[in-house]
């Protein structure tokens, strides 16, 4: 086994240190060695494996390097995925971010006045215009915007809501929990199925400082089913002297059934019945950065914007390149389903998806043959992130099956594929169903992905070999 400097000396690994630095490779070249004299101490280290250390170091360097957050290729079907990224940035927005993180900026300096700005300023002008609101400010991300908004409203005092929106979220973010993390006492209104203007009416006391409205846009309640609608809500808010305050989640700005997609409530409809605050996510259907968006009467963004927490919830400067460029988008409606990828893949044709499919099918076929069969097929897509849970996007994309004589080595054939495709240069993330693995290609754009997935098949094919 050699040390640790007559590895170094060796002519490849001189190399590696000009790339990376003698500290690096050094720390690399050292923690090698350690395993592989474990491995010899073991009886588990091969004397002809010794000549390849030079290439195991290099290696190990380049996976010592490697990001561990790297593209992949969404065939699940779910066009906003939680687990992938949620919404992809408009050009416009990569861009800017670009220009504004590789040089200073303005984040919080006033160029007109020449001192000290605010960065609410930078996208509060946008989002007021977009939505109507009187004031808005941001945070980063929906689920702070409610906790802050609440804080700042209802801190020491009541917030009223119903049973049904006691909704939970990903990673156990739970309504009663953020709740009294913002020190309001909840005060539960109605059943789990059927709240009451009534229900709300009653509830109300000399402690009430907030009436709050969180839309279940994560589960669905069918059948025997009655809420009171914000409109509805506002004036019962109003004559009790309480704001009411509104959770939107997903936050579209626009009317989705224009392009035949499921409506989803809009913040501009809130306000015009009578919200007094709406709050909504940056990067679920609005289609831009992680972000909370807080809209609303003027004197409560202010109290919301002034409360000391806040400032720990703050918009980096990041997000907020990509979110002004994103709220820019909305300026011109008529290039939304061009320019915001989000809205493009939402309505993309059908026609186009299944031409896809039928280009692609040899190429896969030949990939994976024999062990997969594969066939183009119809498909049932989601919006994705809480977004519309009951309602399906139709797709269409290919299915792969395994090609064996019964069920017996079914799960093992099927976990093997989706391995190998995630472990491609480019991974593959796709869904099983009904034992058979489905690429639904909704999401495989046509000029920059796709030529990249063909590209790995072989890889794909030798891995299977």
Known sequence: ???????????????????????????????????????????????????????????????????????????????????????????????????????????????????????????EDLIREITGAEAATVVNNNAAAVLLGIAALAGGKEAIVSRGELVEIGGAFRMPDVMAAAGARLVEVGTTNRTHARDYQAAIGPHTALLLKVHASNYAIQGFTASVAEAELAPIARAAGVPLMTDLGSGSLVDLARWGLPAEPLPQAMLADGCDVVTFSGDKLLGGPQAGLIVGRRDLVQRIRKFPMKRALRLSKLPLAALEATLRLYLQPDRLTRDLPTLRLLTRPVEQIEAQAARLLAPLAEAVAPRFAVRAAAMRGQIGSGSLPVETLPSAGLVLAPCLPGKRGLGRALDELLTALRALPLPVIARVQADELWLDLRCLDEVHEEPGFVAQLPLLRESLA
């Not at 060796?10 to 923690?31: W, Y």
């Not at 009886?43 to 561990?68: I, M, N, V």
């Not at 906003?80 to 303005?106: K, Y």
Request: hydrophobic share 45%; proline share 4%; aromatic share 2%.
């Open 1 to 123: 086994m050699p040390s640790v400097d007559r590895l170094l000396r060796d002519h490849a690994v001189t190399h590696l240190m000009a790339r990376h630095g003698h500290a690096f490779v050094a720390a690399e070249a050292r923690a090698l060695l350690d395993d592989w004299r474990r491995l010899a101490l073991d009886g588990a280290l091969p004397a002809e494996r010794l000549h390849r250390l030079p290439d195991e170091l290099a290696r190990r360097c380049a996976g010592r390097l490697a990001p561990r957050m790297r593209r992949v290729i969404n065939l699940t079907g779910t066009v906003l995925h939680t687990n992938l990224g949620r919404a992809l940035l408009a050009d416009e927005a990569l861009q800017q971010v670009l220009a504004c993180m590789g040089s200073p900026n303005n984040l919080e300096f006033d160029l007109a006045r020449g001192e000290r700005g605010d960065r609410d300023s930078l996208v």
